[in-house]
Protein backbone atom coordinates (compact mmCIF):
# COMPACT_ATOMS: atom_id res chain seq x y z
CA UNK A 1 0.00 0.00 0.00
CA UNK A 2 1.25 3.31 -0.67
CA UNK A 3 1.88 6.16 1.61
CA UNK A 4 -0.51 8.16 -0.15
CA UNK A 5 -3.21 5.45 0.43
CA UNK A 6 -2.05 4.78 4.25
CA UNK A 7 -2.12 8.61 4.90
CA UNK A 8 -5.37 8.21 3.43
CA UNK A 9 -6.87 5.34 5.26
CA UNK A 10 -6.13 6.72 8.41
CA UNK A 11 -8.28 10.06 7.68
CA UNK A 12 -11.16 8.27 6.84
CA UNK A 13 -10.91 6.29 10.07
CA UNK A 14 -11.01 9.78 12.03
CA UNK A 15 -13.66 10.97 9.40
CA UNK A 16 -15.85 7.95 10.81
CA UNK A 17 -15.35 8.87 14.63
CA UNK A 18 -15.76 12.88 14.09
CA UNK A 19 -18.43 13.00 11.17
CA UNK A 20 -15.47 14.92 8.70
CA UNK A 21 -15.86 18.19 7.00
CA UNK A 22 -18.01 17.88 3.71
CA UNK A 23 -21.56 16.50 4.92
CA UNK A 24 -22.91 13.50 3.46
CA UNK A 25 -25.49 10.96 4.76
CA UNK A 26 -27.57 8.09 3.64
CA UNK A 27 -30.33 9.73 2.25
CA UNK A 28 -31.26 12.56 -0.21
CA UNK A 29 -28.74 14.41 -2.28
CA UNK A 30 -25.98 14.11 -0.09
CA UNK A 31 -26.99 9.60 -0.42
CA UNK A 32 -24.91 7.05 -1.01
CA UNK A 33 -25.34 7.56 -4.77
CA UNK A 34 -24.21 10.84 -4.83
CA UNK A 35 -21.13 10.41 -2.22
CA UNK A 36 -18.53 10.60 -5.22
CA UNK A 37 -19.64 14.03 -6.32
CA UNK A 38 -19.59 15.79 -3.05
CA UNK A 39 -16.24 16.29 -2.96
CA UNK A 40 -12.68 15.35 -4.60
CA UNK A 41 -11.26 13.13 -2.25
CA UNK A 42 -14.61 11.05 -2.41
CA UNK A 43 -13.91 10.22 -6.27
CA UNK A 44 -13.12 6.51 -5.23
CA UNK A 45 -17.02 6.13 -4.06
CA UNK A 46 -17.99 6.11 -7.83
CA UNK A 47 -14.74 5.45 -9.43
CA UNK A 48 -13.74 2.75 -7.33
CA UNK A 49 -13.60 -1.06 -8.61
CA UNK A 50 -13.15 -2.88 -5.30
CA UNK A 51 -16.04 -1.10 -3.16
CA UNK A 52 -17.88 -2.34 -0.16
CA UNK A 53 -20.30 -4.17 0.80
CA UNK A 54 -20.75 -6.44 -1.30
CA UNK A 55 -23.62 -9.83 -1.50
CA UNK A 56 -21.10 -12.84 -0.65
CA UNK A 57 -21.60 -15.51 -3.15
CA UNK A 58 -19.76 -17.08 -5.77
CA UNK A 59 -17.28 -18.14 -3.01
CA UNK A 60 -13.36 -19.63 -4.15
CA UNK A 61 -12.02 -22.61 -1.97
CA UNK A 62 -9.23 -21.58 -0.48
CA UNK A 63 -6.88 -22.34 2.30
CA UNK A 64 -7.36 -19.98 5.09
CA UNK A 65 -5.19 -19.04 7.63
CA UNK A 66 -6.90 -18.80 11.43
CA UNK A 67 -8.07 -14.85 12.83
CA UNK A 68 -5.27 -14.49 15.29
CA UNK A 69 -7.19 -12.20 17.63
CA UNK A 70 -5.70 -11.35 20.94
CA UNK A 71 -7.76 -8.56 22.31
CA UNK A 72 -6.84 -7.32 25.91
CA UNK A 73 -8.26 -3.77 25.73
CA UNK A 74 -11.14 -2.58 27.11
CA UNK A 75 -13.49 -0.47 25.90
CA UNK A 76 -13.03 3.39 26.81
CA UNK A 77 -16.24 5.60 25.24
CA UNK A 78 -18.78 5.09 23.30
CA UNK A 79 -19.81 8.09 20.44
CA UNK A 80 -22.45 9.07 18.06
CA UNK A 81 -20.88 10.69 15.41
CA UNK A 82 -24.57 11.16 13.26
CA UNK A 83 -23.86 8.41 11.05
CA UNK A 84 -23.45 5.59 13.55
CA UNK A 85 -22.54 4.36 17.02
CA UNK A 86 -19.06 3.61 17.77
CA UNK A 87 -17.28 1.82 20.39
CA UNK A 88 -13.74 2.95 20.60
CA UNK A 89 -10.49 1.34 22.31
CA UNK A 90 -7.19 1.45 24.33
CA UNK A 91 -4.09 0.31 23.02
CA UNK A 92 -3.45 -3.45 23.33
CA UNK A 93 -6.45 -5.41 21.57
CA UNK A 94 -4.62 -6.95 18.04
CA UNK A 95 -5.54 -8.99 14.92
CA UNK A 96 -2.38 -11.23 13.04
CA UNK A 97 -3.19 -11.75 9.09
CA UNK A 98 -0.81 -11.99 6.39
CA UNK A 99 1.88 -11.82 9.03
CA UNK A 100 1.18 -8.60 9.98
CA UNK A 101 -0.11 -6.93 13.24
CA UNK A 102 -3.73 -4.44 13.39
CA UNK A 103 -4.75 -3.21 16.23
CA UNK A 104 -8.33 -2.77 17.21
CA UNK A 105 -9.43 1.17 17.30
CA UNK A 106 -12.85 0.97 17.11
CA UNK A 107 -16.02 -1.06 16.52
CA UNK A 108 -19.44 0.52 15.17
CA UNK A 109 -23.29 -0.79 13.83
CA UNK A 110 -25.33 -0.64 11.09
CA UNK A 111 -29.03 -1.36 10.30
CA UNK A 112 -29.54 -3.46 8.32
CA UNK A 113 -26.44 -5.32 7.64
CA UNK A 114 -24.20 -3.91 5.08
CA UNK A 115 -22.98 -7.05 3.11
CA UNK A 116 -25.27 -9.67 2.74
CA UNK A 117 -24.63 -13.17 2.12
CA UNK A 118 -25.72 -15.01 -0.65
CA UNK A 119 -28.39 -12.00 -1.32
CA UNK A 120 -29.68 -11.92 1.87
CA UNK A 121 -29.72 -8.61 4.70
CA UNK A 122 -29.32 -9.61 8.48
CA UNK A 123 -30.61 -7.36 11.08
CA UNK A 124 -27.39 -5.79 11.83
CA UNK A 125 -23.79 -5.87 11.18
CA UNK A 126 -20.96 -4.78 13.96
CA UNK A 127 -17.58 -3.78 11.79
CA UNK A 128 -14.86 -4.44 14.04
CA UNK A 129 -11.56 -1.83 12.37
CA UNK A 130 -8.24 -2.38 13.05
CA UNK A 131 -5.09 -0.59 11.65
CA UNK A 132 -1.31 -1.73 11.10
CA UNK A 133 1.52 0.93 11.61
CA UNK A 134 1.97 1.78 8.16
CA UNK A 135 -2.18 2.28 8.06
CA UNK A 136 -3.31 -0.46 6.29
CA UNK A 137 -7.12 -1.11 7.43
CA UNK A 138 -8.55 -4.72 8.49
CA UNK A 139 -11.88 -5.25 9.16
CA UNK A 140 -13.86 -7.97 11.24
CA UNK A 141 -17.37 -7.88 10.17
CA UNK A 142 -19.99 -9.81 12.20
CA UNK A 143 -23.46 -10.21 10.85
CA UNK A 144 -26.30 -9.86 13.75
CA UNK A 145 -30.13 -11.46 13.86
CA UNK A 146 -32.71 -11.35 16.20
CA UNK A 147 -32.58 -13.85 18.61
CA UNK A 148 -32.23 -14.60 22.58
CA UNK A 149 -31.26 -11.47 24.72
CA UNK A 150 -27.82 -10.94 24.26
CA UNK A 151 -25.79 -9.94 27.46
CA UNK A 152 -22.73 -7.76 25.66
CA UNK A 153 -25.55 -6.00 24.04
CA UNK A 154 -28.10 -5.31 26.88
CA UNK A 155 -24.86 -4.29 28.44
CA UNK A 156 -23.97 -1.61 25.70
CA UNK A 157 -27.83 -0.42 25.26
CA UNK A 158 -27.27 0.61 29.09
CA UNK A 159 -24.53 3.33 27.94
CA UNK A 160 -25.77 4.02 24.34
CA UNK A 161 -25.10 7.67 23.22
CA UNK A 162 -28.47 8.43 21.89
CA UNK A 163 -27.72 11.63 20.12
CA UNK A 164 -25.46 12.85 17.37
CA UNK A 165 -22.36 14.04 19.16
CA UNK A 166 -23.02 12.11 22.33
CA UNK A 167 -19.72 10.49 23.70
CA UNK A 168 -20.46 8.27 26.42
CA UNK A 169 -17.55 7.01 29.04
CA UNK A 170 -17.81 3.21 29.31
CA UNK A 171 -14.52 2.50 30.95
CA UNK A 172 -16.73 1.20 34.27
CA UNK A 173 -18.25 -1.48 31.64
CA UNK A 174 -15.34 -3.57 31.23
CA UNK A 175 -15.97 -4.71 27.35
CA UNK A 176 -13.86 -7.33 25.74
CA UNK A 177 -14.47 -6.93 22.05
CA UNK A 178 -13.62 -10.61 22.41
CA UNK A 179 -16.99 -11.47 23.95
CA UNK A 180 -19.01 -9.72 20.83
CA UNK A 181 -17.71 -12.81 18.50
CA UNK A 182 -18.92 -15.78 17.67
CA UNK A 183 -17.05 -19.32 18.89
CA UNK A 184 -17.27 -20.26 15.56
CA UNK A 185 -14.43 -17.94 13.72
CA UNK A 186 -14.28 -19.37 10.13
CA UNK A 187 -14.85 -16.67 8.05
CA UNK A 188 -15.26 -15.05 4.17
CA UNK A 189 -12.43 -12.74 2.67
CA UNK A 190 -12.24 -10.45 0.23
CA UNK A 191 -10.29 -7.27 -0.92
CA UNK A 192 -12.92 -3.83 -0.39
CA UNK A 193 -13.06 -0.56 0.81
CA UNK A 194 -14.25 1.29 3.71
CA UNK A 195 -18.37 1.88 3.33
CA UNK A 196 -18.49 5.68 4.04
CA UNK A 197 -16.72 8.52 2.02
CA UNK A 198 -13.91 8.64 1.49
CA UNK A 199 -14.43 4.72 0.35
CA UNK A 200 -10.69 4.09 0.38
CA UNK A 201 -9.98 0.99 -1.05
CA UNK A 202 -6.97 -1.77 0.16
CA UNK A 203 -9.22 -2.78 3.07
CA UNK A 204 -8.97 -6.14 3.80
CA UNK A 205 -12.49 -7.66 4.84
CA UNK A 206 -12.75 -11.04 7.16
CA UNK A 207 -16.43 -11.76 7.55
CA UNK A 208 -17.68 -13.86 10.24
CA UNK A 209 -19.71 -17.26 8.50
CA UNK A 210 -21.87 -17.71 11.60
CA UNK A 211 -24.05 -14.67 13.21
CA UNK A 212 -24.43 -13.82 16.53
CA UNK A 213 -28.12 -13.29 18.60
CA UNK A 214 -29.24 -10.01 19.79
CA UNK A 215 -32.99 -9.75 21.42
CA UNK A 216 -35.76 -7.80 19.23
CA UNK A 217 -35.79 -4.70 22.11
CA UNK A 218 -31.88 -4.62 21.58
CA UNK A 219 -32.07 -4.48 17.77
CA UNK A 220 -34.87 -2.31 18.15
CA UNK A 221 -32.70 0.11 20.33
CA UNK A 222 -30.11 0.51 17.77
CA UNK A 223 -32.07 1.02 15.09
CA UNK A 224 -34.26 3.27 16.35
CA UNK A 225 -31.13 5.60 17.27
CA UNK A 226 -28.89 4.98 14.29
CA UNK A 227 -31.68 4.68 11.28
CA UNK A 228 -31.12 3.23 8.15
CA UNK A 229 -27.12 3.27 7.54
CA UNK A 230 -26.20 1.39 5.31
CA UNK A 231 -24.41 1.39 1.57
CA UNK A 232 -26.47 -0.34 -0.74
CA UNK A 233 -24.09 -3.17 -2.57
CA UNK A 234 -21.22 -2.71 -4.73
CA UNK A 235 -20.56 -4.87 -7.75
CA UNK A 236 -17.87 -7.49 -6.75
CA UNK A 237 -16.30 -6.94 -10.92
CA UNK A 238 -12.90 -9.21 -10.66
CA UNK A 239 -12.59 -9.79 -7.43
CA UNK A 240 -12.46 -13.44 -5.79
CA UNK A 241 -14.45 -13.89 -2.31
CA UNK A 242 -12.59 -16.41 -0.36
CA UNK A 243 -14.06 -19.34 1.86
Not at 76 to 104: M, P
Not at 190 to 217: D, Y
Request: glycine content about 6%.
Amino acid sequence: MTKLLSISVLLATTLLASGGAKQWSYGGTEGPEFWGELALKYSMCKDGKHQSPINITDLTEAEMEPLVLDYKALATEFTNNGHTVQVNFDKGSNLTIDGKNFELKQFHFHTPSENQIDGKNYHMEVHLVHASEAGELAVVAVMITEGKSNQFFKTLVSKIPKKAKDNNDIKDLKINAGDMLPKDKEYYRFSGSLTTPPCSEGVRWLVHKTPIEASKEELAIFSSIMGKNNRPIQSINSREVLK
